[in-house]
């Protein structure tokens, strides 16, 4: 930003009234971690970037040092680690006049922080846009939404917890209705604070929602929804309720999911996902398929990353269990959606509301891009329930069960490696591990004391 430019923005906020501005990064678990800085703090860091502790990517969601840390810790005395502010990221919280940016980590002398999840998403975009493809996005979050606040979940240990709404009564035009102020309210919210919603609506499960978001740049879209699932539970909290969107708070329902929409397109505009004019997957179709069938399974921590997650991913729960592809088919891993060649998409619907959007994104759209490189043929498609063919599947294809063995099969990945870095794997895998660990060491009510609130 020139110094010109920087001023007549500066100049702007004065004018408006604000006086402080919200700024915030995306630590390794998606939750955003920053502060309250004033104007002038603000135009320091928009024009020489900043610095912030780097204990970020030393501890876990409940702040406690991981004992396996390599990138910083005890030894390293948790110095700085260098950001910058992106200033197409700028909106204004709602009723506050006050600025809010998103940031990205920095490494030394200005290269690539090897650990930021969102500079991992630009790079890998940026991968797409070297083979002349750009990628329109949006997610969708299932939450469950509570008559509880902070306090009162801790008070009951997390039990005997007060749904919002009672009973299941998904797509229920009379439930909102009955909280319809509360529904058009985070619509509205949404709408203003710069990530709008496409529809909102009662799920199947007392007291749950989802959400879609528009579409947008690929980058745009995860900056979208990780705002969202840290704003919605403001939003919900300021109203003295609780969402949460862990992948599943109770066995009785189904989980959470975090579904991801995708399409690519070329330099021309055109939708590369679309069928031809019989209504035959195009090559890059298939082989983005193929990417994703083959590839997804060893990077499934990144899409499923806390132990909650692996308790969303069983059998007949309208969550997927191994790397399975259909059209227009809910039980597959990957669903192709048809229609008018700007609306033919891939969905995603592995990846479960407790992970990162980044990382999800990043998961996704890095198997996608090598399965274009290297024309990976996808298989077949499923037809009917794509459970019942557990058995018969090759076992490369079937996901992991917990946490520990998903994080060491992406250890294990070269592919991971290859294309994420050894420094980013590494120290994923021993987040992931650590998480593990930390449940070994814990009575069962440690998911939602853990989980519920923050993620």
Known sequence: MSTADLARRMQKYRESGAKQALIGLSDIDGVLRGKFVDLHKLESLMEKGGGFCDCVFGWDVNDQLYDNGRYTGWHT???????????????????????????????????????????????????????????????????????????????????????????????????????????????????????????????????????????????????????????????????????????????????????????LYDKNGNNVLAADKSGRLSHTTKSALGGLVTYVPQFLSMLAPTINSYTRLVRGAWAPTAATWGIENRTAAFRVITGSADRQHIENRVGGADANPYLVAAATLGAVLLGITEKIDPGEPVEGNAYELEGSLDEALCFESSLRDSARRFDASSAARAFFGDEFVSHFVGTRLWEASERDRNIDDWQLSRYLEII
């Open 77 to 263: 005395g948790f110095p700085d680690a260098d950001y910058r502010l992106i200033t197409a990221t700028e909106r204004v919280i709602p009723d506050r006049n006050v600025p809010y940016f998103l940031g990205e980590f920095v490494g030394q002398g200005g290269t690539e922080h090897a650990l930021c999840p969102r500079s991992l998403l630009r790079r890998t975009v940026e991968r797409l846009a070297d083979h002349g493809l750009t990628v329109k996005a949006g997610f969708e979050y299932e939450f469950f939404v509570f008559n509880e606040d902070p306090e009162t979940v801790r008070a009951k240990q997390y039990r005997d917890l007060r749904p919002l709404t009672p009973g299941n009564f998904g797509y229920s035009v009379l439930r909102t209705a009955t909280k319809a102020e509360m529904f058009t309210g985070l619509m509205d919210y949404c709408r203003e604070f710069g990530f709008p919603l496409e529809g909102l609506h009662c799920e199947t499960g007392p007291g749950v929602w989802e959400g879609a978001f528009e579409i947008a740049e690929g980058l745009e879209a995860a900056d979208r929804a990780t705002l969202f699932k840290t704003f919605a539970k403001a939003y919900f909290q300021q109203r003295s309720k609780l969402a949460t969107f862990m992948a599943k708070w109770s066995m009785a329902y189904p989980g959470q999911s975090g579904h991801f929409h995708f399409s």
